[in-house]
Every structure is written in C-alpha cells, then in structure tokens.
T-cell receptor, first 117, second 115 residues
Framework: AQKITQTQPGMFVQEKEAVTLDCTYD???????LFWYKQPSSGEMIFLIY??????QNATEGRYSLNFQKARKSANLVISASQLGDSAMYFC??????????????FGTGTSLTVIP | GAGVSQSPSNKVTEKGKDVELRCDPI?????LYWYRQSLGQGLEFLIY????????KSGLPSDRFSAERTGGSVSTLTIQRTQQEDSAVYLC?????????????FGPGTRLTVL
C-alpha cells in the first residue's frame, strides 16, 4: 500500500481564492510527522508546514494551514488567498518516528498547482 | 544562516563515465539524506547518514551508486559507469534529528544528464 497518496495530479485556482490539496497517509506507527513541501520550477524543495501525530491543533504557517483529520488519515494543505507565486508542485510527506532509518520518510507523487490571474 | 548547498548545479556526462555530486548540509545538522527525482516524478530515497552511525543504504538502486560523509558534514554521492537512466535531479537534505518532527531542508539539487 502507498504510504502517501496525493490523488490530484493537477489543480487550478483563481488568484486570491483558497485551494485545498489532498493528502492521505497510511501508517500503523502511533508517532509520525506530516510535512508539506513546495517545489517551484527552479527545483528546490521548500518546507512549508509540519503536523505531528500528537498535535491537538491543526498547524498553521501564514497562508498555509494543514487540515489534519487523524481518524481519516488525511492531512490536506489549505492555501488561502492564492498568489501567482504559489504556482508549483506540492509534495506531502510523512516520517514514521520510532526508528532512525532514512527510508522511513515517504513522499507522495505531488500535485501541480497553477494559479490563474 | 546558510542553507544546504549542492554542487555542481548541472552536470552533463557521457555514458560510462563516473560522476561525483557534493552536498554541504546546514551546520549542526546530524542527519543527511540523498534523493533522486526523475522528470515529473516524486522523490526516491537513496541513502541516509545519521551522526556516526552506519549509513542506511537501502535505497541505492545498484552497486554503481555509493556515498560517503566525511567528518559528519560534507557528503559525496558517486555514480560509477553512468547510464542514461541515471539522468535525474539529485537532491540532498539535512535535518537536526531523526525523530518524527525532523524537518528536512533541501538543497537546490544537481541536475545530471547522461548522454
């Protein structure tokens, strides 16, 4: 089974509107972290937001918020007031916490977001 | 402070040649990761270093790939006898710890093209 699933290969949003990028995950580890990264056309992976499995509240960072629904195993990224510079690939990732092994960090296949002026 | 740096930013080589890719992590970060990203794809884990522990090499695709990390800092990924399917962007990341909250910070990547 896929550890991280991003079902939206491409999304479009009007400038200044909000958009939700979907992410579901699969783990039996009680301790895990969820991450979202942005990858613009320049190629660099930019960390956006983190949510821990034990965090009671949804994470927020500026215009980014993470809609964490633990029972559904979903960690959707919400971008409010979209800007043209938000056009990029967005990757959801998960880290399972109990073992210090590098391959315990899993990435989804990404969602390409295009912001329309 | 300085982020993760990688060099070269672009590398074009001929099939069969060896290449070395360099990663300089954020100062103080004990964990270092190498990933490969083929065009339009997600990230493929290659290798992981944590402090002085033996590296996790479980993601290396073949014995043509190797990596080392000297002095717990700079890392070099070496690909011997390159093949066209090795063409990809190679990303390096570092983090402070290995726990569930260890945010990985990525370098700009090295775009490798094997002709």
């Amino acid at each position: 089974a896929q550890k991280i699933t991003q079902t939206q290969p491409g999304m479009f949003v009007q400038e200044k509107e909000a958009v939700t990028l979907d992410c579901t995950y699969d783990t039996s580890d009680p301790s895990y972290g969820l991450f979202w990264y942005k990858q613009p056309s320049s190629g660099e992976m930019i960390f956006l937001i983190y949510q821990g499995s034990y965090d009671q509240q949804n994470a927020t960072e500026g215009r980014y918020s993470l809609n964490f629904q633990k029972a559904r195993k979903s960690a959707n990224l919400v971008i409010s007031a979209s800007q043209l510079g938000d056009s990029a690939m967005y990757f959801c990732a998960m880290r399972e916490g109990l073992r210090p092994a590098g391959n315990q960090f899993y990435f989804g296949t990404g969602t390409s977001l295009t912001v329309i002026p | 402070g300085a982020g993760v740096s990688q060099s070269p930013s672009n590398k074009v080589t001929e099939k069969g040649k060896d290449v070395e890719l360099r990663c300089d992590p954020i100062s103080g970060h004990t964990a270092l990761y190498w990933y490969r990203q083929s065009l339009g794809q997600g990230l493929e884990f290659l290798i992981y270093f944590q402090g002085n522990s033996a590296p996790d090499k479980s993601g290396l695709p073949s014995d043509r790939f190797s990596a080392e990390r000297t002095g717990g800092s700079v890392s070099t990924l070496t690909i011997q006898r390159t093949q066209q399917e090795d063409s990809a962007v190679y990303l390096c990341a570092s983090s402070t710890t290995w726990g569930p909250s260890d945010t990985q910070y990525f370098g700009p990547g090295t775009r490798l093209t094997v002709l």
